[in-house]
Structure formats: structure tokens, C-alpha cells
T-cell receptor
């Protein structure tokens, strides 16, 4: 099973709302990622978790708050977002993070619209 | 700093044609290179992964090559079909960059029936 799942598929939220995105994998991977993708652009890395600890934060605004409750689950908590945060949010996982030759697997994404 | 470039940005071909997508990168110190396919509004599907020690990888009608010394990779699609229409992204994992994936801007392919 090489599947990364994400819920919800679509999310519309107001600027004062609080919502969460969820990502799950059952491949035994110990690294999980959040990416943001705007239309016609490649994905941009936001966060990396390795062994349930935050390893990389690419200077993401605090209105995005990641959480890794266990090795299979990754959440992204959203609060006080701006319309420019509307994008496709992609989750990915890999066996490890850092040095080495390994593959990343991506989920189907959550289409977020901030009104 | 590793930079990845994909040419062309868009490509339109008639069904049945063989085609080549190009990817170039500036730093040859890489662990591997991945080719992805992305349908509009969807996630990334990994097509092929080439390790730095490999020259090519094949999967069905797809063949990816890697020339690390010249910083180039190509994705060859044989006998293209309308279902191949999508955006194709290449990404390298640079060994000098904590393992981050560095993406190209993508090539959007349209295969006309």
C-alpha cells in the first residue's frame, strides 16, 4: 500500500474560522510533509516532520500550525487565514528524512478556498 | 543553490506521437530525481525515480534517463494517448540540501485525439 490519504478534499472557510486538514499514511514512513501549491506553480515545502518532531519550518506564518500526533498522522491547523492562502495543500511522506536515497509519496491534496 | 528547469513549459501533440520532456538541474550532487504527473487540481503521482547511480528507468510506455554530469534528465513517452494529458514535474533531491525536493516549473502536455 503506497497511499497517502487527505481529508477533506475541499474546504471553504472564512477568515475568522478555525479548521484543520488531515493526512494519514500506513506505509510505516517516519517523515511527513506539508506543501502548498498555487495554480500553475510547483509545490512549495512548508513543514517537515521526522519521527514525529518538527524538523523544517520554511518560515511559514503562524496562522498555519502543524501537528504530528503519531507516526501515521499529520494535521495542519488553520486559523485567521487570508484569501491569498487559498491553494492546494499537499501532504507527502517518505521512509526517512535527510540524507539517503528515498522516494516521496504524495496525497491527493485538499483544495482550500478562503473567503 | 540547486535550480531545476523544465523545457518546454507546454506541449501539444497529436495522439500516437513519441515525445520527450526535458529537465535540467544546476548541481550534479543529487541523491535521485523523480518524475511526477499531476492532473488538474489533483495530487502528484510518482512516475519514475532514478537514483544518482542509474542511467535510466522504464515503466510501461515511459522511459526516464539521467545524465548527472551534464545535469539533465529526459522523460520519453512512447505512443502518446489523450489520457497522458497532464502536467509533468521533475524534482531532484540534492545531497547538499538536507534532502529537500527541488521542483521544476513543469511541462503541461496536451495529447489531441
Amino acid at each position: 500500500d503506497t497511499e497517502v490519504t487527505q481529508t477533506p478534499k475541499h474546504l471553504v472557510m472564512g477568515m475568522t474560522n478555525k479548521k484543520s486538514l488531515k493526512c494519514e499514511q500506513h506505509m510505516g514512513h517516519r517523515a511527513m510533509y506539508w506543501y502548498k501549491q498555487k495554480a500553475k506553480k510547483p509545490p512549495e515545502l512548508m513543514f517537515v516532520y521526522s519521527y514525529e518532531k518538527l524538523s523544517i519550518n520554511e518560515s511559514v506564518p503562524s496562522r498555519f500550525s502543524p501537528e504530528c500526533p503519531n507516526s501515521s498522522l499529520l494535521n495542519l491547523h488553520l486559523h485567521a487565514l487570508q484569501p491569498e492562502d487559498s491553494a492546494l495543500y499537499l501532504c507527502a511522506s517518505s521512509p526517512i528524512w535527510g540524507s539517503g536515497n528515498y522516494e516521496q509519496y504524495f496525497g491527493p491534496g485538499t483544495r482550500l478556498t478562503v473567503t | 543553490k540547486q535550480e531545476v528547469t523544465q523545457i518546454p513549459a507546454a506541449l501539444s501533440v497529436p495522439e500516437g506521437e513519441n515525445l520527450v520532456l526535458n529537465c535540467s538541474f544546476t548541481d550534479s550532487a543529487i541523491y535521485n530525481l523523480q518524475w511526477f504527473r499531476q492532473d488538474p487540481g489533483k495530487g502528484l503521482t510518482s512516475l519514475l525515480l532514478i537514483q544518482s547511480s542509474q542511467r535510466e528507468q522504464t515503466s510501461g510506455r515511459l522511459n526516464a534517463s539521467l545524465d548527472k554530469s551534464s545535469g539533465r534528465s529526459t522523460l520519453y513517452i512512447a505512443a502518446s494517448q489523450p489520457g497522458d494529458s497532464a502536467t509533468y514535474l521533475c524534482a531532484v533531491r540534492a545531497s547538499s540540501n538536507t534532502g529537500k525536493l527541488i521542483f521544476g516549473q513543469g511541462t503541461t502536455l496536451q495529447v489531441k485525439p
